[in-house]
C-alpha cells in the first residue's frame, strides 16, 4: 500500500514568513495527492490536491507541485498569517481512489 | 447546504463496552468512510461504504464493523472495547465509489477507561 512521510512539527515562524511544509509518497503508479488542514477542535478540510505529475494545486496563498521525480508534495506559501496555525495533513490515495493514506500531520504556529 | 455530520460529539466507555457512532455524508453524496485518529497522528482508513456495503477496509480488526443504511448515513460499531480505540473518529463522504473528494465531519472523540 501507499505510505506518507512529512516533516515532523511543530514549524513556529513569524507572521508574513515563508512557509514549506514537505511531504514525500511511496506508492504503486501514481496516486492522486492532496493536502488536508486540521484547525483545532474541528475535522480536516481539505486544502488542496494535485491529480497528476507537474499538477500544481493551489488554494488561500498555499501550494504545491506534484513531482514524480522526487515522489514529493511539498506544501508551500509565501507570507503565512496568524490565521493559518493548524495541523496539516499530506495524503496520498489508493489507486481506487476510495482510500486516503494520511502523514502523521506538522503543526504550524505563526506568532504574531 | 448541510455538511457531514457526526454524533455524539464525545463518549466515555469502559474497557470491553461496546460503541455505536453515526454520521450523515454532506448533501448529494453516497458513500461514506470512516477514519480513526489517535492523538497526534495522521487517521487512518477504517473501511468505505457505498451502496450499503463495504467496499474497502484498512488494516483494522473485525471488531470494527459498520453499516450503511437506504439514506446513505451510516454506523461505525466497536466491539469489547480496548484502552487503544481512544481516539478520534472521523466521517467522511463523497461522490461516488471512486471519487478522490473526501469532506469530513468534526468527528467523534471516544475515550475508553
Known amino acids: 500500500g501507499n505510505s506518507v512521510t512529512q516533516m515532523e512539527g511543530p514549524v513556529t515562524l513569524s507572521e508574513e514568513a515563508f512557509l514549506t511544509i514537505n511531504c514525500t509518497y511511496t506508492a504503486t503508479g501514481y496516486p492522486s495527492l492532496f493536502w488536508y488542514v486540521q484547525y483545532p477542535g474541528e475535522g480536516l478540510q481539505l486544502l488542496l490536491k494535485?491529480?497528476?505529475?507537474?499538477d500544481k494545486g493551489s488554494n488561500k496563498g498555499f501550494e504545491a507541485t506534484y513531482r514524480k521525480e522526487t515522489t514529493s508534495f511539498h506544501l508551500e506559501k509565501g507570507s503565512v498569517q496568524v490565521s493559518d496555525s493548524a495541523v496539516y495533513f499530506c495524503?496520498?490515495?489508493?489507486?481506487?481512489?476510495?482510500?486516503?493514506?494520511f502523514g502523521g500531520g506538522t503543526r504550524l504556529m505563526v506568532k504574531p | 447546504d448541510a455538511g457531514v455530520t457526526q454524533s455524539p460529539t464525545h463518549l466515555i466507555k469502559t474497557r470491553g463496552q461496546q460503541v455505536t457512532l453515526r454520521c450523515s455524508p454532506k448533501?448529494?453524496?453516497?458513500?461514506v468512510s470512516w477514519y480513526q485518529q489517535a492523538l497526534g497522528q495522521g487517521p487512518q482508513f477504517i473501511f468505505q461504504y457505498y451502496e450499503e456495503e463495504e467496499r474497502q477496509r484498512g488494516n483494522f480488526p473485525d471488531r470494527f464493523s459498520g453499516h450503511q443504511f437506504p439514506n446513505y448515513s451510516s454506523e461505525l460499531n466497536v466491539n469489547a472495547l480496548l484502552l487503544g480505540d481512544s481516539a478520534l473518529y472521523l466521517c467522511?463522504?463523497?461522490?461516488?465509489?471512486?471519487?478522490?473528494?473526501?469532506?469530513f465531519g468534526p468527528g467523534t472523540r471516544l475515550t475508553v477507561t
Open positions: 495524503a496520498a490515495a489508493n489507486n481506487a481512489g476510495n482510500m486516503l493514506t
Open positions: 448533501s448529494g453524496h453516497d458513500t
Open positions: 467522511a463522504s463523497s461522490l461516488g465509489q471512486g471519487d478522490y473528494e473526501q469532506y
Open positions: 494535485a491529480t497528476k505529475a507537474d
